[in-house]
Antibody, heavy 122, light 106 residues
Framework: EVQLVESGGGLVQPGGSLRLSCAASGFTFSSYAMSWVRQAPGKGLEWVSAISGSGGSTYYADSVKGRFTISRDNSKNTLYLQMNSLRAEDTAVYYC???????????????WGQGTMVTVSS | EIVLTQSPATLSLSPGERATLSCRASQSVSSYLAWYQQKPGQAPRLLIYDASNRATGIPARFSGSGSGTDFTLTISSLEPEDFAVYYCQQRSKGLTFGGGTKVEIK
């Protein structure tokens, strides 16, 4: 069964840091691009960051550029999101999502994790 | 940034009725549009990709159409499990989601 399981969420103070993890199973993890998508409480979906299968290419939304870093360890089938300088507006459920092998424009996120909640508050 | 505008914000229908959801892009996205369904407390689920292709395991009552700037998701006959929020998403230029349409029981 193809599965993504996020972890690492929690309560953090403004300006603090947190690292999210996403453990993948049931598919050849290194062959697929991956993304992080977040959803603030009661709001819609917002794409955050993406990474190629090899990890050699990374992409960020303007709202997190310079503060968040996406990475992956293909030997551990795990995706990461390092979040620094956190702000109240970063409060959201963070989902990891499986993309296609080369993330073409006509592809979509076919598998999502259950999400992990990040709360930024003093 | 390409903005996706979904309408209506809320659609109140009864089981068995036809649902028609709209997604309009601020500029052409060709056919590079996907639709997702999200139920409370759950992750989104992919329904349609590339405007009109059903994802694996998605029932035939779900169909997508459109190209350029105007897209439609149609649910031919609502089942009880279809009441949820639906999001469109483009990746023609960057990657953005629409604000969602909630399909609620009338």
């Amino acid at each position: 069964e193809v599965q993504l399981v996020e972890s690492g969420g929690g309560l953090v103070q403004p300006g603090g840091s947190l690292r999210l993890s996403c453990a993948a199973s049931g598919f050849t993890f290194s062959s697929y691009a991956m993304s992080w998508v977040r959803q603030a409480p009661g709001k819609g979906l917002e794409w955050v960051s993406a990474i190629s299968g090899s990890g050699g290419s990374t992409y960020y939304a303007d709202s997190v550029k310079g503060r968040f870093t996406i990475s992956r360890d293909n030997s551990k089938n795990t995706l990461y999101l390092q979040m620094n300088s956190l702000r109240a507006e970063d409060t959201a459920v963070y989902y990891c999502a499986k993309d296609s092998p080369v993330a073409r424009p006509n592809d979509a996120f076919d598998i999502w994790g259950q999400g992990t909640m990040v709360t930024v508050s003093s | 940034e390409i903005v996706l505008t979904q309408s209506p914000a809320t659609l109140s229908l009864s089981p068995g009725e036809r649902a028609t959801l709209s997604c309009r892009a601020s500029q052409s996205v060709s056919s590079y549009l996907a639709w997702y369904q999200q139920k409370p407390g759950q992750a989104p689920r992919l329904l349609i990709y590339d405007a009109s292709n059903r994802a694996t395991g998605i029932p035939a009552r779900f169909s997508g159409s459109g190209s350029g700037t105007d897209f439609t998701l149609t649910i031919s006959s609502l089942e009880p499990e279809d009441f949820a929020v639906y999001y469109c998403q483009q990746r023609s230029k960057g990657l953005t989601f629409g604000g969602g349409t909630k399909v609620e029981i009338k």
